[in-house]
């Protein structure tokens, strides 16, 4: 990847919280590896937290790339944890607890950043709380990484298995991931996607809705790759519209020829 969002992924500056939205397994671990690549590469703590599957993936990639995960684990450089049994130990009554979870992280934080090079979070937490149907859960999560980001330093980046394409991911509160991260990281289906909802927006508005004005400044949708700012102004502002915008979104992304 050479995109400018990819470039983030890789630098990833101390005190950035990037969100990124993936629609299968291969493209998160490819965007995830350019996260930890990047990381390591630059001498800094790692820590990993994600499910079971997710963390084979990696490590498989790692070791594809020529890294050595169980050195790396042994000399401290990363850490591997179990996202749904670190959730378990600050989750109370379906909802994240702030004193479990600064007790929990920072733990972790203190332990890794005796490392000397920066630090660098991968987390599957809030993602995991969406895909169950808890998204206040799920942002409660985001807010406190935004909390714990005060009292140490690190770069975050949080990952979601949505489809983007779907309207059913633009019936949720969306928005509010976009206010508690400083980035949403596209991908190169974001940018197809986007090419194909201004195809379907000229045909059935008669205007391309990625360049108008109200759609970029509307509050809580900056921070978006332009393909998801206008499916979420079509379903707040034109909810009729939207399962037909998407349907013909959808055949040009398929099929993109003239």
């Not at 790339?65 to 990363?78: E, I, V, Y």
């Not at 949505?162 to 991260?181: M, N």
Request: with cysteine.
């Amino acid at each position: 990847m050479a995109s400018a969002d990819s470039s983030l992924l890789a630098e990833a500056p101390g005190g950035r919280h990037i969100a990124q939205f993936h629609r299968d397994p291969e493209a998160l671990t490819e965007a995830a590896y350019t996260y930890l690549e990047g990381g390591l590469r630059r001498g800094a703590s790692v820590v990993v937290i994600a499910t079971a599957a997710n963390t084979e993936r990696f490590q498989a990639r790692l070791s594809a790339g020529k890294f050595h995960p169980t050195a790396l684990r042994t000399s401290g450089q990363l850490e591997l944890l179990d996202a749904k049994t670190v959730l378990a130990e600050f989750m109370s009554n379906d909802m994240p607890e702030w004193g479990g979870f600064r007790a929990t992280l920072g733990a972790v934080l203190d332990r890794v950043q005796a490392f000397g090079r920066g630090t660098r979070v991968y987390e599957e937490f809030a993602g995991m709380l969406w895909q169950d149907g808890n998204a206040e859960a799920a942002i409660r999560v985001e807010e406190l990484w935004n909390a714990l980001g005060q009292l140490y330093p690190f770069a975050l980046y949080c990952s979601y298995l949505l489809d983007t394409q779907s309207e059913e991911t633009y019936s949720g509160p969306l928005e509010e991931i976009g206010r508690t991260h400083t980035d949403i990281v596209g991908t190169a289906d974001d940018e197809r996607f986007g090419v194909a909802l201004d195809r379907a927006s000229k045909e059935i508005f008669g205007i391309s809705l990625s360049q108008m004005a109200g759609v970029a400044k509307q509050p809580g949708h900056r921070h978006f790759p332009s393909s998801q700012r206008t499916m979420l102004w079509v379903k707040r502002n034109l909810p009729s519209s939207t399962a037909r915008l998407v349907e013909r979104a959808r055949h040009y992304f398929q099929d993109p020829r003239p």
